[in-house]
């Protein structure tokens, strides 16, 4: 079996449990349009002053992590490899009127396009359990170096 092979398995898996997944939250439209956020303290110390940073959230899931990074003033771009869960995400930036980008694609390939369309991000973040996905670190760890803006990027795990 191939990485991609392994990733469209995991593409699968993941637009079959998202509604699952995200059944526990209640009703977060409501807690994020009222000012609530779900990033861990960890997190938001080690991302920083966000405001006016473009950022690109990878392995976003359904998006609750991303409208909290937008509601903190970045200009988010979120992406995931579920169908299920970008659509989930697009949802809930239209419920709390939160604005941010949502893109259904493999991490690996929207690294590479967007490496070679130019696009450049501030800050790439990655939250708690995305590595285990990941059957190429080293090839992720690139694609993220080649979407950070030089010299002033950062990348937070």
């Not at 995991?10 to 449990?17: D, E, I, L, T």
């Not at 501030?122 to 996905?133: E, K, L, T």
Request: proline content about 3%.
């Amino acid at each position: 079996m191939t990485y991609r092979d392994l990733r469209e398995q995991n593409r699968r898996s993941w637009n079959a449990v998202v509604g699952a997944h995200d059944s526990h939250r209640g009703d977060l439209a409501t807690f994020l349009r009222e000012g609530g956020e779900t990033l861990f303290p960890e997190e938001r110390a080690l991302l920083g002053e966000l405001a006016g940073k473009t950022l690109a959230h990878l392995q976003c899931n359904s998006g609750w992590d991303s409208l909290s990074l937008a509601r903190l003033g970045a200009a988010v771009t979120g992406v995931d490899i579920s169908d299920e869960a970008i659509a989930t995400a697009g949802e809930l930036s239209a419920k709390t009127g939160i604005p941010a980008l949502f893109e259904r694609a493999d991490v690996y390939d929207w690294l590479k396009e967007a490496a070679s369309s130019g696009r450049r991000f501030d800050v790439v973040f990655s939250s708690y359990g995305v590595a285990c996905w990941l059957p190429d670190l080293e090839a992720w760890a690139e694609g993220i170096a080649a979407v950070l803006e030089p010299s002033t990027g950062r990348f937070v795990l």
